[in-house]
DNA sequence: CCCAACTCTTGACAGTCGTCACGACCTATC
DNA sequence: GATAGGTCGTGACGACTGTCAAGAGTTGGG
């Protein structure tokens, strides 16, 4: 059995006016169609973002997608040619929002010493606010390791992610006037490993778990740069 | 929906000879149906695995894991109460074999620079050996995020591969005549994210993923000791 | 040698899944 | 205001799932 993956625009909606259109509408109404296909594509992907959150990837079926919106099964069909397009999209349409996280972080702090205190407030309230949000991202990137079709999305998304880490961590080597030990290659899998392990433990009702990530945080940072 | 989860103990097969058995039979011929009884669990849990390891937990059905081994679909029901419980029973049974994986390192090493290289060529051949087997580890770890039921296995789990780990660095920080500085219930979430990054880059096809694994590995450990 | 218990296969049931065709509704253009 | 086309809901189909009942096949004890 082999598959064939096509790639399809992000504004372009499945079936909707995906075909010839623009042959005697008027430019203007094509527009205005396209925008407010691209504005169902986004409320559609809001709600399913939440579904998939709490169900996750594999449990979430599409009629579950379309119960918990305002639209039918039908309707998701429509806007989505796949359910693994209605995916990618959900998690494209996440990533947007999720890499300026650490952005006031990395702007407004002051000192080394701050940075590092806010950085790891902002770990601990991120799963505080935003677990089921994680744990769907961490579904994904497990399931394109069986997926080959879900590969390109996943390692987007973690090089998005690492580029938000070395932001963060090269103010920081920055405001404290060295220079880091690891590269950022490796300094983003190690952290993101000890999130991880944060985000099952919490989830699992380990009482200390989100403290303790807060404390390994603020005492793994400052081992990042080079000893001066 | 409420489901009632009943733990079973390893030896017993759902229904099998689980009832009231040794009324009058022997108890010789009932040791003997025990553990052959075990013993077929075991065999439809190696073959299962290696399903389990190409699909994934969640695209694999019983199905599946009894058309890819010598048995009918029918046998699963009868030595395995629930899906559940024959994934939780593969996985304890893969634990087993995975702990001693780097056992030899650390007894046949004699020097902590020998350590370090061994461990790191130990990842890389368990990525290039068993890849499979990782993948449904952390697709398991991954579901237990959503599912309470495999919460405490993946806990579990967890904890013996911390332990694994802890062994290693123990013995290398002995080596070396340096401490720790970081504790392990840091450093193990800490290899665990590069390893599983390498493992996704790995099977996604990027070429120098292990290689990478190892560099990063030589460069990862001295930094976990002490500085003199 | 027979009977009973154990072991395993076959077949089927109810439910859910993704997918799609059909038709109703709405909107805008002539 | 008729009409064509975009928009969306309804219903249904086929495939697949976990689960279980019923009955063959096998084994061992009397």
Same mark, same amino acid.
């Given at each position: 059995?082999?598959?064939?993956?096509?790639?399809?625009?992000?504004?372009?909606?499945?079936?909707?006016?995906?075909? /010839?259109?623009?042959?005697?509408?008027?430019?203007?109404?094509? /527009?205005?169609? #396209?925008?407010?296909?691209? %504005?169902?594509? +986004?409320?559609?992907?809001?709600?399913?973002?939440?579904? $998939?959150?709490?169900?996750?990837?594999?449990?979430?079926? &599409?009629? %579950?997608?379309?119960?918990?919106?305002?639209?039918?099964?039908?309707?998701?069909?429509?806007?989505?040619?796949?359910?693994?397009? *209605?995916?990618?999209?959900?998690?494209?349409?996440?990533?947007?929002?999720? @890499?300026?996280?650490?952005?006031?972080?990395?702007?407004?702090?002051?000192?080394?010493? #701050?940075?590092? %205190?806010?950085?790891? +407030?902002? *770990?601990?309230?991120?799963? %505080?606010?935003?677990?089921?949000?994680? /744990? $769907?991202?961490?579904?994904? =990137?497990?399931?394109?390791?069986?997926?080959?079709?879900?590969?390109?999305?996943?390692?987007?998304?973690?090089?998005?992610?690492? +580029?938000?880490?070395?932001?963060?961590?090269? =103010?920081?080597?920055? *405001?404290?006037?060295?220079?880091?030990?690891?590269? @950022?290659?490796?300094?983003?899998?190690? &952290?993101?490993?000890?999130?991880?392990?944060?985000? &099952?433990?919490?989830?699992?009702?380990?009482?200390?778990? !989100?403290?303790? !990530?807060?404390?390994?945080?603020?005492?793994?940072?400052?081992?990042?740069?080079?000893? =001066?």
């Amino acid at each position: 059995m082999t598959v064939v993956t096509t790639y399809r625009q992000d504004a372009l909606p499945a079936r909707g006016n995906a075909g /010839r259109m623009g042959t005697v509408t008027a430019a203007s109404a094509t /527009r205005g169609r #396209e925008s407010k296909s691209r %504005e169902r594509r +986004d409320q559609l992907a809001e709600s399913a973002l939440v579904t $998939l959150g709490q169900l996750g990837y594999a449990r979430t079926s &599409l009629r %579950e997608i379309a119960q918990n919106s305002p639209f039918s099964h039908g309707f998701v069909h429509y806007y989505f040619a796949d359910k693994t397009e *209605l995916i990618t999209y959900c998690v494209r349409h996440y990533k947007r929002q999720c @890499v300026t996280r650490y952005d006031t972080v990395v702007s407004e702090s002051a000192t080394a010493a #701050e940075l590092v %205190e806010r950085f790891a +407030d902002e *770990l601990v309230e991120t799963i %505080e606010q935003e677990a089921p949000m994680h /744990r $769907l991202w961490y579904d994904l =990137r497990t399931q394109a390791m069986f997926d080959p079709a879900l590969r390109p999305d996943a390692l987007a998304i973690d090089a998005t992610l690492q +580029d938000m880490v070395a932001r963060v961590l090269e =103010r920081y080597a920055e *405001l404290d006037g060295r220079s880091l030990a690891v590269p @950022v290659a490796v300094a983003y899998p190690m &952290l993101d490993g000890v999130f991880e392990q944060a985000l &099952l433990r919490h989830l699992s009702g380990v009482p200390d778990a !989100l403290t303790t !990530l807060r404390a390994t945080a603020c005492t793994l940072l400052p081992r990042l740069l080079r000893v =001066r």
